[in-house]
């Protein structure tokens, strides 16, 4: 059985440099994520981050630590967490579909709706985060 874990956080990036420090948690992730075998998607509006992370609850848990130690974000907010009985993001260690003022906006309306919606909206927003990855590989 896999687990999962979900959460969507306030940035602390400066606007200045945020793309630049994005590539580097991408940078790193990946092969990370590839070395304990997760498999998910990051997206980040400028103002907000959303993550999936899915593995082995031991993985999960490894991430999730190291992640809420971040001093990137704040405001930690996890959306789902627990088992899960398939992947969602097979071919992906990290999906990242990079910065766009049209993907913004329509993360930023999957955000607030899943925190206005609960458990339907989360799986309004990890859809939206599986079609911003579906025509690749990371």
Do not use: C
Request: avoid cysteine; charge should be negative.
């Amino acid at each position: 059985m896999l687990a999962r874990w979900s959460y969507i956080s306030t940035s602390r990036l400066d606007s200045i440099d945020a793309e630049e420090r994005i590539r580097d948690i991408v940078a790193v992730s990946i092969p990370r994520n590839r070395s304990l075998q997760v498999t998910g998607s990051l997206l980040f509006t400028g103002r907000r981050f959303a993550q999936y992370i899915e593995g082995t609850s031991a993985a999960i848990e490894e991430l999730k630590a190291s992640i809420l130690r971040d001093s990137r974000h704040e405001d930690v907010r996890t959306i789902a967490w627990g088992e899960y009985a398939h992947r969602r993001f097979v071919t992906w260690s990290l999906a990242y579909a990079g910065p766009s003022h049209f993907v913004s906006d329509i993360v930023e309306r999957a955000l607030n709706d899943t925190l206005e919606r609960g458990d339907e909206g989360i799986e309004t927003l990890i859809q939206t985060m599986s079609e911003f990855s579906i025509h690749g590989r990371s």
